[in-house]
């Protein structure tokens, strides 16, 4: 089993709608999580962090994690043609000098 | 703020030669930076940690002789891949993190290296 792990997609929506993005992980010391969205070719840029139970909105974008169910999602609100990209979960392993492991991301296509 | 750059986004180079790749906090200082690479489809694997004035702590199966990181000051960390041959041929990431900011990285733009 993956430490991270998200379905790989594609994942299609139209414009307007609402992406669901989901990620589990497996070691439950883990207490930190980030989505990451990376376009083809480019590094990985922050949207979200999320470190407690319940939801974190940003704009468009909420995070919720739940820590008994060791799972972390994403949904996109009003989906755009720009937000097309590759997510990444990840998670941070606090007890091994901050490290980040990445799932191997999902792809997100937003069809006009 | 917290800007991470690297230098040079993209190399060719012939097997068997060494290359040097960059990454430099521009605005921060950098305690601590992380290497990754990414193949195509695929997720950022973590390479290796290193933190500035000690030797680079490296990920199960990556070679330290092959990738040599040194991270000299607190503003720029040196990848070096000796001996380059085309399986070698990536998306290398750095990362920075700064003192005090455990959960926040800073992603560089990465470097692209295909080796002929």
């Known amino acids: 089993q993956k430490e991270v792990e998200q379905n790989s997609g594609p994942l299609s929506v139209p414009e307007g709608a609402i992406a669901s993005l989901n990620c589990t992980y497996s070691?439950?010391?883990?207490?930190?999580f980030f989505w990451y969205r990376q376009y083809s070719g480019k590094s990985p840029e922050l949207i979200m962090s999320?470190?407690?139970?319940g939801d974190k909105e940003d704009g468009r974008f909420t995070a919720q994690l739940n820590k008994a169910s060791q799972y972390v999602s994403l949904l996109i609100r009003d989906s755009q043609p720009s937000d097309s990209a590759t997510y990444l979960c990840?998670?941070?392993?606090?007890?091994?000098?901050?490290?980040?492991?990445f799932g191997q991301g999902t792809e997100l296509s937003v069809k006009p | 703020g917290a800007v991470v750059s690297q230098h040079p986004s993209w190399v060719i180079c012939k097997s068997g030669t060494s290359v040097k790749i960059e990454c430099r906090s521009l605005?921060?200082?950098?305690?601590?930076m992380f290497w990754y690479r990414q193949f195509p489809k695929q997720s950022l694997m973590l390479m290796a940690t290193?933190?500035?004035?000690?030797?680079?702590?490296?990920e199960q199966g990556v070679e330290k002789d092959k990738f040599l990181i040194n991270h000299a000051s607190l503003t720029l960390s040196t990848l070096t891949v000796t001996s380059a041959h085309p399986e070698d041929s990536s998306f290398y990431i750095c990362?920075?993190?700064?003192?005090?900011?455990?959960?926040?990285?800073?992603f560089g733009p990465g470097t692209r290296l295909t080796v002929l």
């Open positions: 605005d921060f200082q950098a305690t601590t």
């Open positions: 070691d439950r010391g883990s207490q930190s």
């Open positions: 999320i470190y407690s139970n």
């Open positions: 290193s933190n500035e004035g000690s030797k680079a702590t490296y």
């Open positions: 990840a998670a941070l392993r606090d007890n091994q000098g901050g490290k980040l492991i």
């Open positions: 990362s920075a993190r700064r003192r005090g900011a455990y959960n926040e990285q800073f």
